[in-house]
DNA sequence: AAAAGGTGTTTGGTATACAATTTTACCATT
DNA sequence: AATGGTAAAATTGTATACCAAACACCTTTT
């Protein structure tokens, strides 16, 4: 093992090198989510990579990253496009993000340290407090919070990556669900349900009430999509 | 809507162009899951682009592609390297994949048409007559061929996406498992079970028939890997 | 002899150049 | 006016070249 002088510093100043490509993918989908590329909008690689600065190449693994995580859709020999999924693939996202919901409720209860316990409480607080604050986008990212919470106390680490895939497909969804003010109540309330399960180790109430909220989630938006129209 | 006499064809006659990193990364996966490249194996870009006769830009978008399902370690500046996920990782695949089967076979009872049960009854007949054959690859596969046509049933594209993802990174270890041959009586056993209750449209037991086979898998791959050691 | 440090080779990261394909615009024809 | 064809422009797909970081080996030093 290597040793000088400054060896312990070594994690904290380990600049760690994150390629291009990384940080042209994290730009591209905090654009997508909040909507600044809108769904449908085509991709340059071109003009993309020169807004961005950096080449084509970094570039395109950035999108075709995305592409991998459902955000954008790429076909071959055309320009990529923002995901404009259908309801009906919407819906097909909420079915499963409630099934890994449900199975990282019943693995908390079992698995999970008084510590993440606690997290998720005081996230829950949290949320709480933000309840009446105006912001709607605020709300939703602590809305998410709570639930990436509960998902990590699984202990599950594929179940946390692909839980986190299905929460960036569904971001734009839920969040327009989540701009309704009656929606917090209904939020705060079986979020309440769903931590007191998780407090009394309750496996399959836990999961019961992940999987009910979800779901509640998804009939919401689709009641949304349709007034919209 | 637009429609055209030839509006039905549409699908069949996309002269899909396929590119060099998509032949790349079917190549690649399938070296992977045969075991020809094995766990750990580092792959160099110069000498992988060489033998498969293309140069490093499509290699290296392949390699990214299978590292988004998990198949190969990429981490920055080094070498990739065929994924060699530790038993505790590969529980984790075993309860998610459970979870999504058991969404699946929820769903199929709901869904599914006559003619996608008679598959999956095809499909369990046709393992019934390979159960005496000899050859362990073939029966495998039309194993993973049962699950897969009960996911396609549910009629969920996101969920049969995802279940494709992890039953490649499971490929190997439920490969040993299936190996023994008192693993096929199981096997056979327990699809019987499942087949019975999509036939009986009952959705609890469908569901908890998968989950239970799963399980039982993950258990048997365990015992499998502790006995080896 | 062991450890530290330097040096050269290998490797991945990025940029640029070229080839193949698609899109767009325009024109001719009906 | 609408349709079909064609050519130019734009765009993606692929190859290659270059650079900087990482690794392995060897020398130097203690």
Not at 108 to 115: C, H, K, P, T, Y
């Given at each position: 093992?290597k040793k000088?002088?400054?060896?312990?510093?070594?994690?904290?100043?380990?600049?760690?090198r994150?390629?291009l490509?990384e940080?042209?993918?994290?730009r591209?989908r905090?654009?997508?989510?909040?909507g600044r590329l809108?769904?449908?909008?085509t991709?340059?690689e071109?003009?993309?990579?020169e807004?961005?600065r950096?080449s084509?190449?970094?570039?395109?693994?950035?999108?075709?990253?995305?592409a991998?995580?459902?955000?954008?859709?790429v076909?071959?020999?055309?320009?990529?496009?923002?995901?404009?999924?259908?309801?009906?693939y919407?819906d097909?996202?909420?079915d499963?993000?409630?099934a890994?919901?449900?199975?990282?409720?019943?693995l908390?209860?079992?698995?999970?340290?008084?510590?993440q316990?606690?997290?998720?409480?005081?996230?829950h607080a949290?949320l709480g407090?933000?309840?009446?604050?105006s912001d709607?986008?605020?709300?939703f990212r602590?809305d998410?919070?709570?639930?990436?919470a509960?998902?990590?106390?699984?202990g599950?680490?594929?179940l946390?990556?692909?839980?986190r895939?299905?929460?960036a497909?569904?971001?734009?969804a839920r969040f327009m669900?989540s701009?309704q003010?009656?929606w917090r109540n209904v939020?705060?309330?079986e979020?309440?349900?769903i931590?007191?399960?998780?407090?009394d180790r309750d496996a399959e109430?836990?999961a019961a009430a992940?999987?009910s909220?979800?779901?509640?989630?998804?009939?919401?938006q689709s009641i949304?999509?349709n007034?919209?129209?």
């Open positions: 093992m000088t002088g400054l060896a312990d510093l070594d994690d904290d100043l380990g600049v760690e994150v390629s490509a940080i042209a993918a994290e591209l905090e654009l997508i989510l909040v809108p769904p449908g909008q991709l340059s071109r003009e993309l990579s807004r961005l950096i084509r190449t970094p570039l395109r693994e950035a999108i075709r990253k995305l991998a995580e459902r955000l954008i859709d076909l071959p020999n055309r320009r990529p496009q923002v995901a404009d999924p259908s309801p009906e919407i097909d996202l909420f499963v993000q409630a890994l919901e449900s199975l990282a409720g019943r908390f209860v079992e698995r999970a340290s008084d510590e316990l606690e997290e998720v409480t005081a996230i949290r407090e933000l309840a009446d604050s709607p986008l605020e709300f602590m998410m919070q709570f639930h990436s509960i998902v990590h106390g699984s599950n680490a594929a946390a990556d692909t839980h895939q299905y929460n497909a569904l971001f734009r669900s701009r003010i009656r939020t705060m309330a979020h309440k349900e931590l007191a399960s998780l407090c109430h836990a992940l999987t909220h979800l779901l509640k989630g998804k009939a919401n949304l999509r007034e919209g129209e």
